[in-house]
């Protein structure tokens, strides 16, 4: 199966360490180094750094580069502007539900790199051979695309020290405004770093070569941040309530049920999708994503029933326990009349787990 699945450019860094590896999104990616709980902690009071090459990179060239991601895409290039990065959705046209959730850095006039999950790269490289298309029979620019992910290595340093370990090593990077994209000089080698991450923390997401990246991972590991793994990813962004493709968003799920209307402009014109969501807009959603925090450290799972006044209304999307709350927590999709303060029982595995629907996110620092 290992034959099989695609490898870091730092797979042999992360065997080094000692990292226990799984099979994720079709990549070997490291789980953890020594506990969920420890790396999970150690971003939440200083820096960890996590390997996230998995994620795909798809290079947007060309004077119509704008117009085909303003119509694939759901957010509003126009509220940003080179040298930043958004957030954004791509939609199936027929039942807009989010086929990925994206982050789109915008690094020159005519230059963008799209960043989708691991196993949706496919999907996006073929509805922006789409949208390329659709622009290009309208325009006469020039435009084109280019699946870049195995040409350079994701390494993101995340937690509120993490700028000022990072400073040491790389300080343009470590300087990168939240939500900010900057050219970055790794080693003599080109490359970027964006303010972006996936942990509810402050960080920095670095695109490095192929080439340099043991080096640079080796020089930030120097600078006292701490290598952690995909599960601690995982209840870090659990944590900040942050969606998980395949849980809180994918088939049957659009931007509205999550609670992700926001990255959707409807003013901005058509793109992909508009018609099917706006109608689920304009009707009202039927459930919508809220988090669930229980008592005790019981944890409930992916498709445990939600339950009120005895009758199953909704299920679990997913859940954890949290290490900074020291309760379970979960992200449930229920109906809109089931809201912060309610009371809800979980069905785990036959037995009923009390909890209470509260505020996003679980945790923070505020």
Not at 64 to 91: C, E, K, M, S
Not at 156 to 176: D, S
Not at 252 to 266: C, E, H
Request: proline letters at 5%; one cysteine or more.
């Amino acid at each position: 199966m290992s034959d099989q699945l695609r490898v870091s450019p730092l797979d042999a860094v992360h065997r080094a360490l000692g990292a226990r590896m799984v099979e994720f999104g079709g990549w070997d990616m490291p789980i953890q180094y020594t506990s969920v709980l420890d790396e999970h902690r150690a971003c939440r009071a200083d820096a960890a750094v996590f390997d996230v090459s998995h994620l795909g990179s798809v290079l947007v060239t060309g004077d119509v580069a704008f117009d085909v991601l303003q119509w694939a895409f759901t957010n509003d290039l126009n509220r940003i502007a080179p040298g930043r990065a958004q957030y954004t959705h791509l939609l199936d046209p027929a039942d807009a539900h989010v086929v990925d959730d994206i982050i789109v850095w915008w690094i020159a006039d005519d230059e963008f790199i799209v960043m989708p999950n691991a196993s949706n790269t496919d999907r996006i490289v073929g509805a922006l051979g789409d949208a390329l298309d659709r622009t290009l029979a309208a325009s006469d620019g020039g435009g084109a695309f280019l699946d870049i992910t195995s040409t350079r290595a994701i390494i993101a340093v995340q937690g509120p020290n993490a700028r000022a370990r990072l400073a040491t090593a790389f300080p343009e990077a470590a300087a990168v405004p939240r939500f900010g994209v900057t050219a970055v000089d790794y080693h003599g080698q080109p490359g970027y770093a964006a303010g972006t991450g996936y942990t509810g923390e402050d960080g920095v997401e670095l695109h490095v070569p192929v080439a340099e990246a043991p080096a640079v991972w080796d020089a930030v590991l120097a600078a006292g941040v701490v290598p952690a793994g995909l599960g601690s990813r995982d209840t870090l962004r659990l944590e900040s309530g942050l969606p998980l493709h395949g849980h809180e968003l994918g088939p049957g799920i659009t931007s509205l049920q999550a609670g992700l209307g926001w990255v959707v402009r409807f003013d901005k014109g058509d793109f992909r999708g508009r018609d099917a969501l706006a109608a689920e807009r304009d009707r009202g959603v039927a459930r919508h994503l809220v988090g669930v925090l229980t008592e005790g450290r019981q944890v409930a799972r992916a498709g445990c029933p939600v339950i009120v006044d005895g009758a199953s209304v909704g299920e679990v999307t997913s859940g954890n326990f949290s290490p900074m709350l020291e309760r379970g927590i979960a992200l449930a999709f229920v109906p809109p009349t089931v809201d912060v303060g309610a009371a809800v029982t979980i069905d785990v595995r036959g037995r009923e787990v009390p909890g209470e629907v509260v505020e996003l996110p679980f945790w923070s620092h505020a």
